[in-house]
Nanobody, 114 residues
Framework: QVQLVESGGGLVEAGGSLRLSCAASGSIFRIDVMGWYRQAPGKQRELVATITRGGTTNYADSVKGRFTISRDNVRNTVSLQMNSLKPEDTAVYYC????????WGRGTQITVSS
């Protein structure tokens, strides 16, 4: 069984920063891709950023230049540094990994006030 535990959510003013972290544990042999997705009220879940085991990153256009994803392959953790936050970044953020199968965290709320 695989578990993903997210931390770092909260309330921040526009222009501020937050850092999300996610730790994967359980029966994991190898994690190929780790990432973050988000879902705002009334909207579909969307990709925020992903990172491969080799360090190749992919970002949604809306967060390029503001968010940075990183991972630790030894500790099976992935982080998302979010700077210059905007009210439209408000959403529940989900950790996601692809390790033979796809796994999701429970999500953490990010609220950016204007």
């Amino acid at each position: 069984q695989v578990q993903l535990v997210e931390s770092g959510g909260g309330l921040v003013e526009a222009g501020g920063s937050l850092r999300l972290s996610c730790a994967a544990s359980g029966s994991i042999f190898r994690i190929d891709v780790m990432g973050w997705y988000r879902q705002a009220p009334g909207k579909q879940r969307e990709l925020v950023a992903t990172i491969t085991r080799g360090g190749t990153t992919n970002y949604a256009d809306s967060v390029k230049g503001r968010f940075t994803i990183s991972r630790d392959n030894v500790r099976n953790t992935v982080s998302l540094q979010m700077n210059s936050l905007k009210p439209e970044d408000t959403a529940v953020y989900y950790c996601n990994i692809y390790a033979v199968a796809v796994y999701w965290g429970r999500g953490t709320q990010i609220t950016v006030s204007s």
